[in-house]
C-alpha cells in the first residue's frame, strides 16, 4: 500500500510564497502522475496541477487561477513531487493534497492526508 504524506503548507500573506512537498512511499514513484489538488471550505476539491510519470512529456496540466504562479516538478530519486506557489492570494487558501494515479503498473490511486495553505490579505 503506497503512501503520501504532504508538508510545507502554513500561513502567507499575499504576495507571498510557500513550497510544498509531498514524500511518496511504499510505490514505484517514476511510474505515477503525481498531482496536487485543493479543497476550500465549502468548495468541491479541485486539481491544481499534474506532472506525468517519468519520460511522458512533463506538467500536464496546470489550472488556469494559478498558471504563471504555481508550478510543479518532480525528483524521482527522492520520490518527491512539490509545488512552488508565487504570489499567492486569499483564494488559494485551502487544503492541498497530493494524489498519485499509476501509469503502467498497478496500485492507487493514492491520496496523502492534506496540508493547510492560508492566504491572509
Known amino acids: 500500500q503506497g503512501e503520501l504524506v504532504e508538508s510545507g503548507g502554513g500561513l502567507a500573506q499575499a504576495g507571498g510564497s510557500l513550497k510544498l512537498s509531498c514524500a511518496a512511499s511504499?510505490?514505484?514513484?517514476?511510474?505515477?502522475?503525481m498531482a496536487w489538488y485543493r479543497q476550500a471550505p465549502g468548495k468541491s476539491r479541485e486539481q491544481v496541477a499534474t506532472?506525468?510519470?517519468?519520460?511522458?512529456?512533463?506538467?500536464?496540466f496546470l489550472a488556469n487561477s494559478v498558471k504563471g504562479r504555481f508550478f510543479i516538478s518532480r525528483d524521482n530519486a527522492k520520490k518527491t513531487v512539490y509545488l512552488q506557489m508565487n504570489n499567492l492570494k486569499p483564494e488559494d487558501t485551502a487544503v492541498y493534497y497530493c494524489?498519485?494515479?499509476?501509469?503502467?503498473?498497478?496500485?492507487?490511486?493514492?491520496w496523502g492526508q492534506g496540508t493547510q495553505v492560508t492566504v491572509s490579505s
Open positions: 511504499r510505490i514505484i514513484f517514476n511510474m505515477y502522475d
Open positions: 494524489n498519485a494515479v499509476p501509469h503502467g503498473t498497478r496500485g492507487g490511486p493514492y
Open positions: 506532472i506525468t510519470s517519468d519520460g511522458r512529456g512533463g506538467t500536464a
